[in-house]
């Protein structure tokens, strides 16, 4: 009963879907860590890696595989990202199939121009961030990673060549020592067609300052070591921590609520609860249809409840408790972000910005819990992509607070 109010339908937002044209315009920071490439060591005896096949990475970095494939990164393309597929299914329809090739820049970074071969499927793969010879502002995705010849393999590091049996090593990158540039290849900037911005982190983590660096908290440093050596016992986490880690078997909204702060407090009318956005991007960022919203029900002294700030339709009974971008066509009504010619309203928390919501509970009110609902798609958006009864179109509680009198 708690949760019921929170399935009900909302009408109203009907935005989303990231169009992504390639080229697409892209701000990085400057320097984007071309370190020299010169010093490849001669290819080593021993088993002969596929650098395309991360299954062929497992003998040695079994740690690192078996995270990344629980991340997005190995779900990126059709085959295993379910949004992802339904989203270019819609699209396709409207814009032809030539569309398919705008999305493999970044969703199949390794065959751009074959998504559908094994290396396409394999999504966002080792070979994509760390068989680089630099990585180039001002383009995305695999237009913005130059592929590194001889099967070279780089972290952040300087490794001497001959460092690895199986794969060339050699100088580090700059791009993924800065635990930033790397990911603003494919995560900075899109626009639709019209102009209109419709993915922004990249901008959104400029105007906040541009740190700390996205790998801080997407690849914590964990226990284990991430090569045979064992000459480090930690390792940054290849899981690339996300919203969409929720939605994974056993998985919490734990995630999404470390991005706030939260306070609430009884005041004179009511009460007040105040949401501070402590990463250096929007929350929610990244893919225009994500929304969060504040959902508060207030108890009276027998337990019952007696009030609830939305009842069924957040943007119509209390829109400043929703955090979400509505995007509109040239006739004023919602539609996907790709499609559309101006972005409303955006009410999403910028980067480090602290907002109070007030709720209006009645004085019989005893006990206020509030909880922070996030949505991977807005209610219309999983409805126009046929989703509504997937898991993924399910909200998850970033966060709650109780207040008793
Ligand atoms: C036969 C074992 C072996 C296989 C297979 C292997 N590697 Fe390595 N790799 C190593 C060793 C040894 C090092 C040197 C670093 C160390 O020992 O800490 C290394 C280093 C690296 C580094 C630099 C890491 C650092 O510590 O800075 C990357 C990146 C890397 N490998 C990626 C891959 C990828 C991607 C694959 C699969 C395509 C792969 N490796 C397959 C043994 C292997
Ligand atoms: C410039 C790189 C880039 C291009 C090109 C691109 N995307 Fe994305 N896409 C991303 C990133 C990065 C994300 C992760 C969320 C975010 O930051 O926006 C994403 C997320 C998504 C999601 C959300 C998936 C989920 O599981 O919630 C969908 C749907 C999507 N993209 C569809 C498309 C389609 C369809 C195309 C081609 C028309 C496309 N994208 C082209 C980079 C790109
Ligand atoms: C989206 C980009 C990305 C992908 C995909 C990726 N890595 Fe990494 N990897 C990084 C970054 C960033 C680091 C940290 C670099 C640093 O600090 O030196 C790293 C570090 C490593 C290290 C050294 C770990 C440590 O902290 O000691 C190894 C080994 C490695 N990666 C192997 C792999 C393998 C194998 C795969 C595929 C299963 C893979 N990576 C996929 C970005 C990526
Ligand atoms: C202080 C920690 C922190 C830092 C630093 C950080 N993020 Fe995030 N990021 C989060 C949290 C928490 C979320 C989940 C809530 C949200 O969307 O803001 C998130 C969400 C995301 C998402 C999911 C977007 C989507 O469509 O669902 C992407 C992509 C992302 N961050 C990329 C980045 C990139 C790229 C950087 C560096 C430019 C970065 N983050 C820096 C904490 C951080
Ligand atoms: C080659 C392009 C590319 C690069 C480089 C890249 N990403 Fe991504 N990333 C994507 C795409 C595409 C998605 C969305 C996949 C999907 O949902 O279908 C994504 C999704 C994510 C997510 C969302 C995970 C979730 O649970 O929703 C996070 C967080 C993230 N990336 C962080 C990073 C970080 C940190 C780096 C740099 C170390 C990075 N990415 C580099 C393309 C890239």
Redesign the pocket.
Known sequence: MKRKYIYYAFICIYFV??????P?E?EAPEAAGSGPVAAVSAPVSGAAVDIEDASSCAGCHSAVVEEWQQS?HS??HQGR????A???RV?VEREGEQ??G??????SPLAPGAPMSAAGAAGVSCAACHNLAAVHPGK??AAALERAPGGLLRSGRDLAPGASPAHPTGPGLPALADGSTLCLA???V?KAPSGVTT?A?GEEFAAGGGAPSCVSCHMPEVEGSASPSGARPRHRSHAFLG??GAWAPGGDGGFLGSGLEVEARWTEGGAEVSLHNTTPHAFP?????RMAVLMAQGEDAAGQVIWRNIQQDPMQEHPEAVLNQVFVDAEGQPTLA?WSVERRRDARLQAGERRVITLAPPAEVQVLRVALMYR??APPLAKRLGLEEAP?AKPVKALERVLRR
């Open positions: 879907a990231c169009r992504r044209e390639a697409v892209v997005m779900r990126a990202d379910p949004v992802f339904a989203m270019h699209r569309l398919t705008a999305c493999a820049g970044c969703h995305a995705g494919c995560h900075a899109a993915c982190t919203p969409h960022t990244g893919f225009p249809g790709a991977l798609m993924e």
